[in-house]
Each structure stands twice: as C-alpha cells, then as structure tokens.
C-alpha cells in the first residue's frame, strides 16, 4: 500500500482482556515506532524497531505491553489484561532509515486504533 | 527534560485572516522539528521539517520557520479546508531514545467562512 496502514480501527475491550492491535508500515522502511494518543493531547512514545530489533521501549507504561516484529515488516503491540488508563489512540509510524542520517528521516503515521477499555 | 509547548491551544480564524502558531522547545541538542497536521480520527500528516535555527519552508498557505528555541507555523489567507489540529514535534540530538519524537499538545484550529 502507498502508506501505513493499521488494524483494527476501533476496539472495544472489557477490563482485563487482552488486546493485539497490527501495523503494517510503508513497504521497505527500516525504522518503526508505537505512540499513544490519549484524547486532546500530542503522541506520546512507547516503543521503537529497527528491522526487527526492538532498541528502545522505554516509552512502554508497565510490564503489560509488549511489542514485536519478527520479520522486520508488520508488527503488533499487546496490551495484556487492559485497564480503563490504556484507552487511547494507538499511532503506528515508519520512516526510511536507511539515509546517511536515519534519525532524522520522516515518520509518517497510520491512521491509528482507537482502544475503549470499559 | 526535553519539552515541546504550543500556543495557543485553540485558534478560531475567519477565513482570510493570517495568523501564526507558535512551538516553543527545550531540548538536549536538536535534531530536528516537524510539523504534522491532524483531523479528526485521523494520525498525523506530515507537513514540514526543520533543522537548523534561520531555516524557512512553504507549502500553499503554510510557512514554517525556526529560531534557536521556537518555531512557527504561519498561515496565510487561511480557508475552512485548513481546520484540524497541528502538531509541533521535536527529535533529540542525545539521549537514550534517539529517533523518538517529542510532541506538544497541538493548536486546534478552526477557520470559519
């Protein structure tokens, strides 16, 4: 597809179960990274892949996420035994990474999953 | 701690009447700073990146440009098409999260006909 694209849209989950929401980012791009949006704020970071390296999730709230993304193409980030505090947009984001300075490469955004834990 | 902080918040426009947005930051050594657009339900449009301090780019009605501690978004003749939320994000220099981006709050706009 011509951009990043994730699944499902919206999600509604009752309180404790667990949750798996995909990303499949732009064809070829080596960096990708998760970001939480709650209502009326700015993305907040949770994790980044380089292929499938996983080289920093310091951004993940508590031991019940988990990210992956074992052939460096689609991933999927786990919510296990969701709590109310996790509802929010989950935003996944590529970008190239392979120019002479990655780190600055543009990140370009899916259209995020909207998770309500009730 | 790196911080990002956008003014205003919300931001109502009659069409045609230019304004400017503002993204004040303090980071450890900037990388660079972006500009997305956001709709509702909708992730965020990349619009513009800055890197360096006296740095400009234009894009229809849009004009970024950045100082050594802000940068602003300034909108020319703006149209209702041009309402959404924009979104001012920094990338560090150093630090343990290097790539991550930086976000402030957004500045909601509105332009009205």
């Known amino acids: 597809g011509a951009g990043v694209s994730q699944s499902p849209r919206y999600k509604v989950a009752k309180r404790g179960q667990d949750v798996a929401l995909r990303c499949d980012p732009i064809?070829?791009?080596?960096?990708l990274f998760w970001y939480q949006q709650a209502l009326g704020q700015g993305p907040e970071f949770l994790t980044y892949?380089?292929?499938?390296?996983?080289?920093?999730k310091s951004g993940l709230p508590s031991d019940r996420f988990f990210a992956e993304r074992p052939e460096g193409s689609v991933s999927t980030l786990k919510i296990q035994r969701t709590q109310q505090e996790d509802s929010a947009v989950y935003l996944c984001?590529?970008?190239?990474?392979?120019?002479?300075?990655?780190?600055?490469?543009?990140?370009?955004f899916g259209p995020g999953t909207r998770l309500t834990v009730l | 701690e790196d911080q990002v902080t956008q003014s205003p918040e919300a931001l109502r426009l009659q069409e045609g009447e230019s304004s400017s947005l503002n993204c004040s930051y303090t980071?450890?050594?900037?990388?660079?700073l972006f500009w997305y657009r956001q709709d509702p339900g909708k992730g965020p449009e990349f619009l513009f990146t800055?890197?360096?301090a006296g740095e400009e780019k234009e894009k229809e009605r849009l004009k970024a440009t950045l100082t050594k501690k802000e940068s602003f978004l300034h909108i020319t003749a703006p149209k209702p098409e041009d309402s959404a939320t924009y979104l001012c994000?920094?990338?560090?220099?150093?630090?343990?999260?290097?790539?991550?981006?930086?976000f402030g709050r957004g500045t909601q706009l509105t332009v009205w006909p």
């Open positions: 980071v450890s050594g900037l990388r660079g």
């Open positions: 064809s070829g791009h080596v960096s």
């Open positions: 892949f380089q292929n499938e390296a996983q080289l920093d």
């Open positions: 984001a590529s970008s190239h990474g392979t120019s002479g300075s990655p780190l600055r490469d543009t990140q370009y």
């Open positions: 994000a920094v990338q560090a220099e150093r630090g343990s999260t290097l790539g991550r981006l930086y």
């Open positions: 800055l890197y360096s």
